[in-house]
Protein backbone atom coordinates (compact mmCIF):
# COMPACT_ATOMS: atom_id res chain seq x y z
CA UNK A 1 0.00 0.00 0.00
CA UNK A 2 1.02 3.50 -0.84
CA UNK A 3 1.18 6.40 1.91
CA UNK A 4 0.50 10.03 1.63
CA UNK A 5 2.07 12.29 4.19
CA UNK A 6 0.86 14.23 7.10
CA UNK A 7 3.38 16.88 6.35
CA UNK A 8 1.64 20.35 5.78
CA UNK A 9 3.63 23.19 4.69
CA UNK A 10 3.52 27.09 4.66
CA UNK A 11 1.73 28.28 1.29
CA UNK A 12 3.81 31.44 1.11
CA UNK A 13 6.74 29.11 1.26
CA UNK A 14 5.51 26.73 -1.78
CA UNK A 15 4.68 29.80 -3.79
CA UNK A 16 8.49 31.49 -3.90
CA UNK A 17 9.35 27.69 -5.33
CA UNK A 18 5.83 26.19 -7.41
CA UNK A 19 5.94 29.18 -10.19
CA UNK A 20 4.00 29.79 -13.22
CA UNK A 21 5.33 26.93 -15.71
CA UNK A 22 7.50 24.85 -13.09
CA UNK A 23 8.85 24.06 -9.89
CA UNK A 24 12.42 26.27 -8.82
CA UNK A 25 14.27 26.86 -5.77
CA UNK A 26 17.72 26.63 -3.93
CA UNK A 27 18.38 23.22 -2.93
CA UNK A 28 18.61 22.52 1.14
CA UNK A 29 16.90 25.78 1.88
CA UNK A 30 13.60 25.55 -0.50
CA UNK A 31 13.44 21.87 -2.10
CA UNK A 32 14.78 19.07 -0.83
CA UNK A 33 14.11 15.33 -1.26
CA UNK A 34 11.22 15.31 1.13
CA UNK A 35 9.35 18.27 -0.75
CA UNK A 36 10.07 16.84 -4.16
CA UNK A 37 8.82 12.96 -3.02
CA UNK A 38 5.83 14.78 -2.04
CA UNK A 39 5.44 16.53 -5.19
CA UNK A 40 6.02 13.60 -7.08
CA UNK A 41 3.36 12.05 -4.90
CA UNK A 42 0.59 14.92 -5.39
CA UNK A 43 1.68 14.80 -9.68
CA UNK A 44 1.40 10.95 -9.63
CA UNK A 45 -2.20 11.53 -7.84
CA UNK A 46 -3.33 13.85 -10.26
CA UNK A 47 -1.99 11.75 -13.52
CA UNK A 48 -3.67 8.68 -11.78
CA UNK A 49 -7.10 10.52 -12.09
CA UNK A 50 -6.68 11.25 -15.66
CA UNK A 51 -5.86 7.83 -16.38
CA UNK A 52 -2.15 7.81 -16.93
CA UNK A 53 -0.16 4.66 -15.61
CA UNK A 54 3.06 5.49 -15.08
CA UNK A 55 5.35 9.06 -15.40
CA UNK A 56 9.12 9.29 -17.56
CA UNK A 57 11.53 11.10 -14.85
CA UNK A 58 15.14 12.79 -16.39
CA UNK A 59 17.40 14.82 -14.69
CA UNK A 60 20.04 16.95 -16.06
CA UNK A 61 23.93 17.15 -14.75
CA UNK A 62 23.45 19.54 -11.46
CA UNK A 63 25.31 17.37 -8.27
CA UNK A 64 21.88 17.68 -6.81
CA UNK A 65 19.53 16.04 -9.91
CA UNK A 66 20.11 11.96 -9.12
CA UNK A 67 18.91 12.30 -5.43
CA UNK A 68 16.16 14.50 -5.93
CA UNK A 69 14.83 12.56 -9.26
CA UNK A 70 15.04 9.59 -6.85
CA UNK A 71 12.83 11.22 -4.27
CA UNK A 72 10.42 12.38 -6.66
CA UNK A 73 10.40 8.90 -8.43
CA UNK A 74 9.42 7.43 -4.95
CA UNK A 75 6.34 9.78 -4.14
CA UNK A 76 5.17 8.28 -7.89
CA UNK A 77 5.66 5.08 -7.05
CA UNK A 78 3.85 5.76 -3.85
CA UNK A 79 0.25 6.47 -5.55
CA UNK A 80 0.81 3.28 -7.53
CA UNK A 81 1.63 4.20 -10.58
CA UNK A 82 4.94 2.96 -12.57
CA UNK A 83 8.12 5.02 -13.13
CA UNK A 84 10.65 4.97 -16.25
CA UNK A 85 13.57 6.87 -15.25
CA UNK A 86 15.56 7.71 -18.24
CA UNK A 87 18.55 9.13 -16.16
CA UNK A 88 20.65 12.29 -17.77
CA UNK A 89 18.38 13.96 -20.26
CA UNK A 90 17.68 17.37 -22.29
CA UNK A 91 14.66 18.55 -21.49
CA UNK A 92 13.53 18.12 -25.06
CA UNK A 93 14.98 14.38 -24.63
CA UNK A 94 12.52 14.30 -21.75
CA UNK A 95 9.39 16.03 -24.22
CA UNK A 96 10.11 13.27 -26.57
CA UNK A 97 10.59 10.40 -24.14
CA UNK A 98 7.21 11.72 -22.98
CA UNK A 99 5.67 11.41 -26.55
CA UNK A 100 7.43 8.55 -27.88
CA UNK A 101 5.97 6.72 -24.47
CA UNK A 102 2.68 8.45 -24.35
CA UNK A 103 2.71 8.99 -20.54
CA UNK A 104 3.29 12.07 -18.12
CA UNK A 105 7.09 13.03 -17.66
CA UNK A 106 9.13 15.14 -14.81
CA UNK A 107 12.25 16.39 -15.76
CA UNK A 108 14.75 17.59 -13.12
CA UNK A 109 17.05 20.65 -14.17
CA UNK A 110 16.73 24.29 -13.51
CA UNK A 111 18.07 25.31 -16.69
CA UNK A 112 20.51 27.95 -16.66
CA UNK A 113 20.20 28.93 -13.05
CA UNK A 114 23.62 28.46 -10.79
CA UNK A 115 24.43 25.69 -9.25
CA UNK A 116 22.61 25.87 -5.93
CA UNK A 117 18.97 25.71 -7.73
CA UNK A 118 17.57 22.45 -8.83
CA UNK A 119 13.30 22.09 -10.45
CA UNK A 120 11.22 20.46 -11.77
CA UNK A 121 9.56 20.89 -15.71
CA UNK A 122 6.46 18.30 -15.49
CA UNK A 123 4.18 17.64 -18.65
CA UNK A 124 1.50 15.49 -19.29
CA UNK A 125 1.29 12.75 -21.87
CA UNK A 126 2.70 13.64 -25.35
CA UNK A 127 4.79 16.46 -23.75
CA UNK A 128 1.99 18.28 -22.42
CA UNK A 129 2.48 21.36 -20.10
CA UNK A 130 1.62 21.22 -16.57
CA UNK A 131 1.30 25.20 -15.67
CA UNK A 132 -0.39 26.53 -12.62
CA UNK A 133 -3.61 26.38 -14.02
CA UNK A 134 -3.31 22.90 -15.50
CA UNK A 135 -1.99 21.07 -12.02
CA UNK A 136 0.40 23.88 -10.25
CA UNK A 137 -1.61 25.09 -7.70
CA UNK A 138 -3.14 21.48 -7.27
CA UNK A 139 -0.02 20.17 -6.29
CA UNK A 140 0.72 23.39 -3.86
CA UNK A 141 -3.39 22.68 -2.11
CA UNK A 142 -1.72 19.50 -1.78
CA UNK A 143 1.48 20.21 0.25
CA UNK A 144 -0.23 22.71 2.29
CA UNK A 145 -2.74 20.14 3.35
CA UNK A 146 -0.53 16.70 3.03
CA UNK A 147 -0.77 14.84 0.12
CA UNK A 148 -3.78 11.99 0.49
CA UNK A 149 -1.98 8.46 1.01
CA UNK A 150 -3.46 5.92 -1.82
CA UNK A 151 -4.89 2.47 -1.44
CA UNK A 152 -3.41 0.59 -2.97
CA UNK A 153 -0.17 -1.08 -4.40
CA UNK A 154 2.77 0.71 -4.91
CA UNK A 155 4.07 0.68 -8.54
CA UNK A 156 7.29 -0.42 -10.41
CA UNK A 157 10.58 1.45 -11.58
CA UNK A 158 12.45 0.29 -14.62
CA UNK A 159 15.04 2.31 -16.09
CA UNK A 160 15.25 3.07 -20.18
CA UNK A 161 17.87 5.00 -22.03
CA UNK A 162 15.87 7.05 -24.73
CA UNK A 163 19.02 9.00 -26.02
CA UNK A 164 19.69 6.93 -29.30
CA UNK A 165 15.83 7.06 -29.86
CA UNK A 166 16.04 10.82 -29.50
CA UNK A 167 18.33 11.35 -32.02
CA UNK A 168 17.39 8.62 -34.15
CA UNK A 169 13.66 10.88 -34.54
CA UNK A 170 15.24 14.28 -34.70
CA UNK A 171 17.12 13.04 -37.53
CA UNK A 172 14.04 11.36 -39.33
CA UNK A 173 12.69 14.95 -38.90
CA UNK A 174 15.54 17.37 -40.66
CA UNK A 175 17.60 15.41 -43.29
CA UNK A 176 21.31 16.86 -42.79
CA UNK A 177 23.04 13.67 -44.37
CA UNK A 178 23.19 15.80 -47.90
CA UNK A 179 24.56 19.11 -46.44
CA UNK A 180 27.78 20.56 -47.44
CA UNK A 181 30.68 19.66 -45.03
CA UNK A 182 30.15 22.17 -42.14
CA UNK A 183 32.62 23.10 -39.32
CA UNK A 184 29.95 23.38 -36.24
CA UNK A 185 32.04 24.89 -32.70
CA UNK A 186 29.16 24.05 -29.86
CA UNK A 187 29.62 25.34 -27.00
CA UNK A 188 27.54 23.23 -24.00
CA UNK A 189 28.46 25.15 -21.22
CA UNK A 190 28.97 22.12 -19.15
CA UNK A 191 25.21 21.42 -19.68
CA UNK A 192 23.35 18.93 -21.23
CA UNK A 193 24.11 19.54 -24.51
CA UNK A 194 27.65 17.58 -24.31
CA UNK A 195 24.85 14.63 -23.72
CA UNK A 196 22.85 15.19 -26.38
CA UNK A 197 24.96 16.83 -29.54
CA UNK A 198 27.62 13.87 -30.21
CA UNK A 199 24.20 11.41 -30.13
CA UNK A 200 22.51 13.58 -32.54
CA UNK A 201 25.00 15.01 -35.04
CA UNK A 202 27.50 12.73 -34.55
CA UNK A 203 28.21 10.61 -38.23
CA UNK A 204 27.19 13.60 -40.54
CA UNK A 205 28.94 15.46 -42.23
CA UNK A 206 29.89 17.71 -39.43
CA UNK A 207 33.20 18.57 -38.35
CA UNK A 208 32.22 19.44 -34.54
CA UNK A 209 34.67 21.47 -32.77
CA UNK A 210 33.39 21.02 -29.18
CA UNK A 211 33.70 23.56 -25.95
CA UNK A 212 32.82 22.90 -22.49
CA UNK A 213 31.19 19.20 -23.36
CA UNK A 214 32.60 17.54 -19.83
CA UNK A 215 28.92 17.90 -18.01
CA UNK A 216 29.91 19.70 -14.35
CA UNK A 217 26.30 21.21 -13.18
CA UNK A 218 29.31 23.40 -10.88
CA UNK A 219 29.36 25.38 -14.48
CA UNK A 220 33.05 26.02 -13.87
CA UNK A 221 33.97 27.99 -17.26
CA UNK A 222 30.41 30.23 -17.58
CA UNK A 223 26.77 30.38 -16.65
CA UNK A 224 24.97 28.11 -18.98
CA UNK A 225 22.78 31.11 -20.08
CA UNK A 226 24.00 32.06 -23.62
CA UNK A 227 20.87 34.98 -23.50
CA UNK A 228 23.50 37.02 -21.52
CA UNK A 229 26.28 37.97 -23.99
CA UNK A 230 29.36 37.56 -21.38
CA UNK A 231 28.56 33.72 -22.03
CA UNK A 232 28.85 33.82 -25.37
CA UNK A 233 32.52 35.12 -25.81
CA UNK A 234 34.02 31.59 -25.64
CA UNK A 235 32.10 30.62 -28.29
CA UNK A 236 32.61 33.78 -30.53
CA UNK A 237 36.18 33.68 -29.95
CA UNK A 238 36.62 29.66 -31.16
CA UNK A 239 34.42 30.57 -34.02
CA UNK A 240 36.75 33.06 -35.50
CA UNK A 241 39.80 30.97 -34.45
CA UNK A 242 39.02 27.65 -35.43
CA UNK A 243 37.45 28.61 -38.91
CA UNK A 244 33.73 27.64 -37.93
CA UNK A 245 31.12 27.92 -40.44
CA UNK A 246 29.21 28.86 -37.59
CA UNK A 247 28.49 28.26 -33.50
CA UNK A 248 26.07 26.95 -31.47
CA UNK A 249 25.51 27.71 -27.68
CA UNK A 250 22.74 25.69 -25.63
CA UNK A 251 21.84 26.88 -22.17
CA UNK A 252 22.02 24.20 -18.91
CA UNK A 253 19.51 21.57 -19.82
CA UNK A 254 19.75 22.81 -23.39
CA UNK A 255 16.31 23.15 -24.44
CA UNK A 256 17.26 26.40 -26.21
CA UNK A 257 19.84 27.15 -28.42
CA UNK A 258 21.85 30.10 -29.77
CA UNK A 259 23.87 30.95 -33.09
CA UNK A 260 26.83 32.69 -33.69
CA UNK A 261 27.42 33.44 -37.47
CA UNK A 262 31.02 32.92 -39.01
CA UNK A 263 32.24 35.85 -37.85
CA UNK A 264 31.77 35.29 -34.35
CA UNK A 265 28.23 37.84 -34.62
CA UNK A 266 25.07 36.62 -32.45
CA UNK A 267 22.32 36.07 -35.01
CA UNK A 268 18.96 37.03 -33.44
CA UNK A 269 16.80 34.15 -32.22
CA UNK A 270 14.41 36.49 -34.13
CA UNK A 271 15.99 35.73 -37.17
CA UNK A 272 16.43 32.03 -36.62
CA UNK A 273 12.67 32.15 -35.97
CA UNK A 274 12.22 33.64 -39.52
CA UNK A 275 14.29 30.89 -41.25
CA UNK A 276 12.73 27.82 -39.82
CA UNK A 277 9.33 29.38 -40.83
CA UNK A 278 9.80 29.70 -43.63
CA UNK A 279 11.53 26.09 -44.01
CA UNK A 280 8.29 24.91 -42.22
CA UNK A 281 5.76 27.12 -44.98
CA UNK A 282 8.14 25.44 -47.96
CA UNK A 283 6.89 22.11 -46.48
CA UNK A 284 3.48 23.60 -45.71
CA UNK A 285 2.04 26.15 -47.45
CA UNK A 286 -0.26 28.46 -45.82
CA UNK A 287 0.49 26.97 -42.25
CA UNK A 288 0.03 29.22 -39.24
CA UNK A 289 3.26 30.02 -37.82
CA UNK A 290 3.31 31.28 -33.64
CA UNK A 291 5.39 34.47 -32.58
CA UNK A 292 5.33 36.33 -29.15
CA UNK A 293 4.84 39.84 -29.00
CA UNK A 294 8.61 40.73 -28.74
CA UNK A 295 9.98 38.96 -31.58
CA UNK A 296 11.20 40.90 -34.36
CA UNK A 297 8.40 42.19 -36.83
CA UNK A 298 10.18 40.29 -39.82
CA UNK A 299 8.52 37.08 -38.62
CA UNK A 300 5.12 37.61 -39.06
CA UNK A 301 6.08 40.12 -42.16
CA UNK A 302 7.52 37.20 -43.97
CA UNK A 303 4.90 35.16 -42.93
CA UNK A 304 2.27 36.82 -44.57
CA UNK A 305 4.77 37.34 -47.73
CA UNK A 306 4.94 33.29 -47.99
CA UNK A 307 1.46 32.83 -47.54
CA UNK A 308 0.73 31.71 -44.15
CA UNK A 309 -0.89 32.44 -41.40
CA UNK A 310 1.17 34.43 -38.34
CA UNK A 311 -0.57 34.40 -35.08
CA UNK A 312 0.57 36.37 -31.84
CA UNK A 313 0.82 35.65 -28.57
CA UNK A 314 2.20 36.60 -24.73
CA UNK A 315 5.28 35.75 -23.50
CA UNK A 316 5.91 32.00 -21.81
CA UNK A 317 5.59 28.63 -23.47
CA UNK A 318 2.79 28.15 -21.38
CA UNK A 319 0.82 30.48 -23.85
CA UNK A 320 2.83 29.43 -27.39
CA UNK A 321 2.48 25.81 -26.27
CA UNK A 322 -1.91 26.30 -25.53
CA UNK A 323 -1.69 28.55 -28.85
CA UNK A 324 -0.13 25.09 -31.08
CA UNK A 325 -2.60 22.55 -29.64
CA UNK A 326 -5.55 25.55 -30.36
CA UNK A 327 -4.84 26.33 -33.81
CA UNK A 328 -2.18 23.27 -35.35
CA UNK A 329 0.64 25.79 -36.11
CA UNK A 330 3.63 24.19 -37.15
CA UNK A 331 6.23 25.82 -35.77
CA UNK A 332 6.37 28.71 -33.12
CA UNK A 333 9.33 31.26 -32.17
CA UNK A 334 10.14 33.15 -28.76
CA UNK A 335 12.77 35.79 -29.28
CA UNK A 336 13.84 33.78 -25.84
CA UNK A 337 15.39 31.41 -28.42
CA UNK A 338 12.58 28.52 -27.43
CA UNK A 339 11.44 27.54 -30.38
CA UNK A 340 7.96 24.65 -30.75
CA UNK A 341 7.81 22.17 -33.78
CA UNK A 342 4.09 20.73 -33.97
CA UNK A 343 6.22 17.61 -35.43
CA UNK A 344 8.10 17.34 -32.15
CA UNK A 345 4.64 17.17 -30.31
CA UNK A 346 4.08 20.89 -29.90
CA UNK A 347 7.17 21.02 -27.42
CA UNK A 348 9.96 23.18 -27.83
CA UNK A 349 13.74 21.83 -28.97
CA UNK A 350 17.25 23.73 -29.12
CA UNK A 351 18.45 21.08 -31.53
CA UNK A 352 15.80 20.55 -33.86
CA UNK A 353 16.15 24.36 -34.24
CA UNK A 354 19.78 24.03 -34.54
CA UNK A 355 19.14 21.33 -37.02
CA UNK A 356 17.32 23.44 -39.24
CA UNK A 357 20.01 26.17 -39.19
CA UNK A 358 22.68 23.40 -40.37
CA UNK A 359 20.41 22.24 -43.13
CA UNK A 360 19.71 25.98 -44.43
CA UNK A 361 23.19 26.43 -44.96
CA UNK A 362 24.53 23.03 -45.83
CA UNK A 363 22.15 23.35 -48.29
CA UNK A 364 23.53 26.00 -50.08
CA UNK A 365 26.93 27.81 -50.25
CA UNK A 366 26.69 31.25 -48.94
CA UNK A 367 28.32 31.86 -45.78
CA UNK A 368 26.09 32.39 -42.66
CA UNK A 369 25.93 36.33 -42.27
CA UNK A 370 25.00 36.24 -45.60
CA UNK A 371 22.12 33.92 -45.46
CA UNK A 372 20.56 35.89 -42.40
CA UNK A 373 20.31 38.66 -43.90
CA UNK A 374 17.20 37.87 -45.54
CA UNK A 375 15.42 37.34 -42.15
CA UNK A 376 16.93 40.49 -40.49
CA UNK A 377 15.16 43.68 -41.53
CA UNK A 378 15.52 45.96 -38.01
CA UNK A 379 17.68 46.54 -35.38
CA UNK A 380 16.93 45.83 -31.90
CA UNK A 381 17.67 46.57 -27.95
CA UNK A 382 17.80 43.43 -26.74
CA UNK A 383 15.88 43.21 -23.71
CA UNK A 384 16.65 45.97 -21.48
CA UNK A 385 15.42 45.72 -17.58
CA UNK A 386 14.57 48.47 -15.19
CA UNK A 387 14.65 47.83 -11.66
CA UNK A 388 11.14 49.08 -9.73
CA UNK A 389 10.28 48.08 -6.00
CA UNK A 390 6.42 47.16 -6.84
CA UNK A 391 3.87 46.20 -8.67
CA UNK A 392 2.48 49.37 -8.26
CA UNK A 393 5.12 51.34 -9.77
CA UNK A 394 5.64 49.25 -12.29
CA UNK A 395 2.15 49.87 -13.42
CA UNK A 396 2.60 54.05 -13.16
CA UNK A 397 5.67 54.05 -14.89
CA UNK A 398 4.03 51.75 -17.99
CA UNK A 399 0.96 54.12 -17.66
CA UNK A 400 3.60 57.02 -18.18
CA UNK A 401 5.24 55.76 -21.31
CA UNK A 402 1.89 55.47 -22.67
CA UNK A 403 0.57 58.62 -22.30
CA UNK A 404 4.02 60.31 -23.33
CA UNK A 405 3.40 58.28 -26.83
CA UNK A 406 -0.31 58.95 -27.11
CA UNK A 407 -0.24 61.65 -29.86
CA UNK A 408 2.43 59.47 -32.29
CA UNK A 409 1.20 56.04 -31.22
CA UNK A 410 -0.34 54.19 -34.41
CA UNK A 411 -1.64 51.25 -31.86
CA UNK A 412 -1.66 51.06 -28.23
CA UNK A 413 -2.32 47.27 -27.01
CA UNK A 414 -2.36 45.73 -23.51
CA UNK A 415 -1.94 41.46 -24.54
CA UNK A 416 0.86 41.70 -22.27
CA UNK A 417 1.99 44.66 -20.60
CA UNK A 418 1.71 47.57 -23.19
CA UNK A 419 3.09 47.48 -26.78
CA UNK A 420 3.29 50.40 -28.76
CA UNK A 421 3.07 51.12 -32.07
CA UNK A 422 4.82 53.89 -33.92
CA UNK A 423 5.70 54.98 -37.22
CA UNK A 424 7.90 53.79 -39.98
CA UNK A 425 8.14 50.28 -38.50
CA UNK A 426 9.44 51.18 -34.71
CA UNK A 427 7.60 49.64 -31.98
CA UNK A 428 8.47 48.99 -28.30
CA UNK A 429 6.66 46.63 -25.43
CA UNK A 430 7.29 47.43 -21.67
CA UNK A 431 5.88 44.45 -19.51
CA UNK A 432 6.31 42.93 -15.61
CA UNK A 433 8.89 40.20 -14.94
CA UNK A 434 6.86 37.83 -13.61
CA UNK A 435 9.56 36.57 -11.06
CA UNK A 436 11.37 40.07 -10.33
CA UNK A 437 10.73 44.04 -9.99
CA UNK A 438 12.02 44.65 -12.64
CA UNK A 439 9.95 46.09 -15.91
CA UNK A 440 11.72 44.54 -19.34
CA UNK A 441 11.73 46.63 -22.43
CA UNK A 442 12.45 45.25 -25.66
CA UNK A 443 12.21 47.97 -28.89
CA UNK A 444 12.49 47.68 -32.46
CA UNK A 445 13.08 50.35 -35.25
CA UNK A 446 14.07 50.52 -39.22
CA UNK A 447 17.86 51.64 -38.04
CA UNK A 448 20.25 51.27 -34.79
CA UNK A 449 19.81 55.07 -34.34
CA UNK A 450 16.62 54.93 -34.04
CA UNK A 451 16.30 51.95 -32.05
CA UNK A 452 18.86 53.92 -29.46
CA UNK A 453 16.38 56.95 -29.33
CA UNK A 454 13.42 55.32 -28.95
CA UNK A 455 15.49 53.47 -26.14
CA UNK A 456 16.87 56.57 -24.30
CA UNK A 457 13.13 58.13 -24.94
CA UNK A 458 11.27 54.92 -23.24
CA UNK A 459 13.95 54.22 -19.78
CA UNK A 460 14.17 58.03 -19.66
CA UNK A 461 10.38 57.81 -19.05
CA UNK A 462 10.41 54.33 -16.79
CA UNK A 463 13.51 55.58 -14.72
CA UNK A 464 12.88 59.22 -13.52
Same mark, same amino acid.
Given at each position: ?89 ? /? ?11 ? #? ?42 ? #? ?8 ? /???? /? ?136 ? #? ?153 ? /? ?9
Amino acid at each position: MGEGTAVSRDRDQIAAVIKAYDVRGVVGEQIDEAFVRDVGASFAALMRGEGAERVVVGHDMRDSSPALSRAFSEGVLSQGLDVVSIGLSS /TDQLYFSSGDLDC #PGAMFTASHNPAKYNGIKLCRAGAKPVGQDTGLATISEDLVAGV #PAFDGPAGTL /TERD /TLAAYGEFLRGLVDLSDVRPLKVAVDAGNGMGGHTVPAVLGGLPLDIVPLYFELDGNFPNHEANPLEPKNLVDLQKLVVDSGADLGLAFDGDADRCFVVDERGEPVSPSAISALVASRALAQEPGASIIYNLITSHTV #PELVAELGGIAIRTRVGHSFIKAQMADTGAVFGGEHSAHYYFREFWGADSGMLAAMHVLAALGGQERPLSELMDEYSRYEASGEINSELPSAEAQRERMEAVAEAFADRAESIDRLDGITIELAQGAWFNIRASNTEPLLRLNAEAPTREAVDEL /TAEVLAIIRA
